[in-house]
């Protein structure tokens, strides 16, 4: 008896079930689970910058690699690798987090990018609360989220060059 084609029937169940699991977890998120972009990246390593050493942010608080912080303390020094594979590791809670955050709303890749770009900077909760996600969910092409982006620009109460520049870039990212 030849087994090979009971092999390739019991394979063909496999990838069938496997692609039906797929198929109803996308349906079950709204048909969206999306990942970061190349770009989306590269625009939050450029804002971000890489410090191999640890110093204090705008608000005191330590910061490490790519804008890592929660663990880091002072005087603490890592390696380029380090930095890259904390921030591989970090991003990761951000894109998940949007991906919820958006639930059944379709977005597109470069808006799906500045929406994960400003909640690395900003945080998963100050994005869930700002009127940015709700206008976002609303309607994602509104011309008035431009402005929503834009109002993120303070920090300790302070207007932060910084990140007038950041949010102008996000806003433009996610309209593009």
Excluded at 46 to 56: F, I, N, S
Excluded at 120 to 143: E, F, H, I, M, Q
Excluded at 155 to 162: A, E, L, N, T, V
Aim: positive net charge.
């Amino acid at each position: 008896m030849n087994k090979k084609p009971i092999m390739i029937a019991i394979s063909a169940a496999s990838i069938g079930l496997v692609g039906f699991a797929i198929y109803w977890l996308r349906k079950k998120n709204g048909g969206q689970n999306m990942n970061i972009s190349d770009n989306g990246l590269n625009a939050i390593k450029k804002y971000e910058g890489c410090r191999l050493t640890a110093y204090q942010d705008v608000k005191g608080v330590w910061t490490i690699g790519y804008g890592h912080t929660g663990d880091v303390y002072y005087g603490e020094t890592i390696t380029q690798a380090e930095a890259d594979a904390l921030f591989r590791n970090d991003i990761q809670k951000f894109v998940k987090g949007v991906n919820s955050l958006l639930g059944s709303t379709r977005v597109n890749q470069n808006q799906f990018d500045a929406l994960v770009s400003f909640a690395y900077n900003c945080g998963l909760t100050a994005l869930k609360n700002s009127t940015l996600l709700r206008k976002v969910k609303a309607d994602p092409n509104d011309p008035t989220i431009e402005t929503e982006f834009k109002k993120w620009v303070y920090s300790g109460g302070k207007y932060i060059q910084g990140l007038a520049n950041r949010r102008a870039s996000e806003s433009k990212l996610y309209f593009a």
